[in-house]
């Protein structure tokens, strides 16, 4: 099985940082303030001692729950845990593999059976919510499996479902409650519903739901989650993205927050900072759940056109629907179009290269956010070719000292986000890194990274202090988890010699 596993080539500053540190006492707390880890509040339950120490690792328990608490197991992973466990020669990094591959079925996912259909609610890990991403890139590894278990296809097939209704409750929202259950969101200056845990409008939030159902698609040739619901859902995808292109006037959707976090709220009364309609699609908040700058998001764009594509081909072979799948097409072609235009710019070191955000009037923004979609993981989302000179250029930058949020410490080097301000590192941005590596020493050099910063958890973090790693964010962060495992099964499936022995 392993061996066929296919890989588709395919957020917390300083103005207060103890009231963040209380702060994290709370159990379902939103995204940004949660879980400000120190060495005495994370680590007073490990095994003492310092990251380079030797016999830091020297007993490494199991972290997942008891069998009989795990939220759902599949035999077809339990099986590929197993081997893996085998084929890793490095303990640690077998041991990272066992803990977080599993963590998204272990901890995170509720699944039901509603009027006879699959319904599989997820939550993001430590947040009690389903954003639509992370729902989505949680349970992405897990797809190569389902030839094998039935019931994890049916699983699968839930989070389809449960995406289908949160689009009909609000194309516009992120995230989701389970039920009607209000959020302590419910006084931010936008069109809140009891539905709605969160309200920013991003737009990846609308491709992730269509790059899991299209894959979920190819591999099953099973059709029964596409049905009028779907259909329904997916026209309102297309509406809100010609909406947002904002052509004739701002659309319908605005946020604001009582706040004093910048990126927390959003400038222009609600509507982002002025664009010209150029033809791409306006995205007043990144993955990272901060207000962008200039609307036009760059690597959200990108994705968008892979998605309109992908579902103008189930909306012509599922749906039979060929005039909506060439409306598809038409506003791919646009969005691809005005990509090449306002896009690419000109960096004074890197040459030509894509810039992380625009706005019509030529500013362009020249960072990256660890958060995916992001420049780093364009290959990874099938958006543009990893031999691509314009991507390996803006590569070159992403790794670089002239990218703002480009960290380098004493345990690792990668980038960070301003949902974390400077010196944190994404475990994310090292993994994504590796996925798109061509080179040996390059994704060698990344599983050491990864190994050595875990603080002794055994799991992935939001981010950790480039020189401390034992000071993270996010204890329970299942999307980091889940992507580590697909990134190491793609080291095995196409360098397994890198896993024949240790890292060190």
């Known amino acids: 099985m392993l061996k066929n596993y296919f890989y588709f080539t395919p957020q917390k500053k300083d103005f207060n940082l103890i009231v963040r540190l209380r702060f994290h006492q709370f159990v379902f707390m939103k995204r940004r303030t949660f879980l400000y880890q120190t060495s005495a509040a994370s680590l007073a339950m490990l095994t003492p001692g310092i990251l380079k120490s030797e016999n830091l690792f020297s007993e490494l328990p199991n972290k997942r729950p008891p069998f009989s608490e795990r939220n759902f197991t599949s035999p077809a992973v339990e099986a590929a ?122 737009v990846d939030s609308l491709c992730y739901p269509i790059r899991l159902a299209f894959n979920y698609w190819k591999l099953t040739s099973d059709a029964s989650p596409f049905d009028a619901q779907w259909k329904d859902a997916m026209h309102l995808v297309v509406k809100t993205f010609k909406e947002q292109q904002r052509k004739e006037n701002k659309g319908p959707y605005s946020f604001g927050r009582t706040t004093s976090w910048s990126t927390d709220t959003v400038p222009g009364n609600g509507f982002g900072n002025p664009i010209v309609p150029v033809g791409l699609i306006v995205s007043i908040f990144r993955p990272s759940d901060d207000a962008t700058i200039f609307p036009f998001l760059i690597p959200s764009n990108f994705f968008a056109v892979v998605s309109l594509r992908q579902l103008a081909i189930m909306s012509s072979r599922i749906l039979n629907d060929e005039k909506f799948a060439a409306e598809c097409d038409t506003l791919a072609n646009e969005v691809e179009k005005a990509l090449q235009k306002y896009a690419i710019t000109n960096h004074l070191e890197f040459g030509k290269m894509y810039a992380y955000e625009a706005d019509g009037f030529g500013n362009q923004l020249f960072m990256n956010d660890s958060n995916v979609p ?119 499936d196409e360098r397994p010699y890198l896993l024949s022995k240790e890292i060190k």
């Open 81 to 202: 845990i197993t081997k893996m466990k085998k084929v890793i020669k490095d303990p640690q990094l077998a041991w990272l593999f066992e803990n977080c591959f599993p963590n998204t079925l272990d901890t995170t996912v509720f699944f039901k059976m509603i009027n006879g259909r699959p319904d599989t609610f997820v939550i993001t890990g430590d947040i009690h919510a389903m954003w639509l991403r992370d729902s989505s890139a949680q349970v992405w590894p897990y797809l190569p499996f389902m030839k094998e278990d039935q019931k994890l296809q049916q699983l699968l097939a839930g989070v389809i479902n449960r995406q289908t209704k949160c689009i009909l409750i609000d194309p516009y929202a992120n995230t989701f409650n389970e039920g009607p259950t209000g959020s302590e969101w419910d006084k931010d200056l936008t069109k809140m519903k009891p539905e709605l845990h969160e309200r920013k409008w991003e």
């Open 374 to 492: 992001d420049l780093l993981s364009l290959p990874y989302l099938q958006a543009v070719s990893i031999e691509d000179t314009i991507y390996q250029n803006t590569r070159r930058f992403i790794l670089s000292d002239k990218n703002p949020y480009f960290f380098k410490g004493k345990y690792a080097e990668g980038n960070g986000s301003p949902h974390t301000l400077s010196d944190m590192i994404w475990p994310m941005s090292i993994i994504m890194r590796s996925i798109t590596s061509k080179h040996d020493n390059e994704i060698v050099s990344c599983l050491k990274m990864l190994k050595n910063t875990n603080a002794n958890t055994g799991f992935m973090h939001e981010s950790f202090n480039k020189d401390n790693p034992e000071n993270f964010t996010r204890k329970w962060f299942a999307w980091a988890n889940t992507l580590f495992g697909e990134m190491i099964l793609k080291v095995y």
